[in-house]
């Protein structure tokens, strides 16, 4: 039972450079979030998805491109990599949505941009 | 707006002793209210989670928390702390988006937890 995972755990790249976190989840859960963690402001919310190819914009999108072709993958895309992006990415999962049901995260991602 | 608050950033407890992290929320209807836990390294972990009823949640490795709606407060708390205890908690409230049927959570900025032996 994977559940969800994010490759790759750790990334360090350099400003400019366009990064892809990978999310997969195998419990076909139809809705998928990224949220980026950062120390005194806990997590953010950068895009969501409620079912392939439907996405929408969270709090803090600016530098950001996800998709979702299939149900299960949720790329994040930082299409030009800036030092403010540095932070531990997180992707979660949950079966429904409406604000009541439970997120089940994966691992995170720590990005590093030099 | 809907948003959470967690005043204390840092909690140190001795091994054995009560808990009680606190958390505070804004949220113009009933509330989804969940909490959360953070392992170093880790991903989140629900704790518990409290959408109507009972408004004493119980939930999992021994905590529980109360859900006070003339306090807007939905404290989390543990008797008796174990070491494997430490780690970084995070209340949130489960709020719609916008007029739409989607949802989110919102999250406090986390209390860290340290256990003294």
């Known amino acids: 039972d994977a559940g969800i995972t994010q490759s790759p755990r750790y990334k360090i790249t350099e400003t400019g450079r366009q990064v892809t976190l990978m999310c997969h989840q195998t419990?076909?859960?139809?809705?998928m979030f990224w949220y980026r963690q950062d120390l005194g402001h806990g997590l953010r919310l950068i895009y969501y998805s409620a079912a392939a190819d439907i996405t929408d914009k969270g709090e803090v999108p600016d530098g950001y491109v996800v998709s979702r072709s299939k149900t299960e993958n949720f790329p994040l895309t930082l299409e030009s990599a800036t030092r403010s992006q540095t932070s531990v990415y997180f992707c979660a999962s949950s079966p429904d949505s409406g604000g009541k049901d439970t997120q089940y995260f994966g691992p995170g991602t720590r990005l590093t941009v030099l | 707006a809907q948003s959470v608050t967690q005043p204390d950033i840092h909690i140190t407890v001795s091994e054995g002793a009560s808990l009680e992290l606190r958390c505070n929320y804004s949220?113009?209807?009933?509330?989804?209210l969940f909490w959360y836990v953070q392992s170093p390294g880790q991903g989140l972990q629900l704790l518990l989670k409290y959408f109507s009823g009972d408004t004493l949640v119980q939930g999992i490795k021994g905590f529980e928390a109360e859900f006070k709606r003339s306090q807007s407060s939905f404290n989390l708390r543990k008797p008796s702390v174990h070491w494997s205890d430490a780690a970084e908690y995070f209340c949130a409230v489960g709020a719609r988006i916008g007029g739409s049927t989607l949802g989110r959570l919102y999250f406090g900025r986390g209390t860290q937890l340290t256990v003294w032996p």
């Open positions: 949220y113009g209807a009933t509330p989804y």
């Open positions: 419990w076909s859960h139809s809705y």
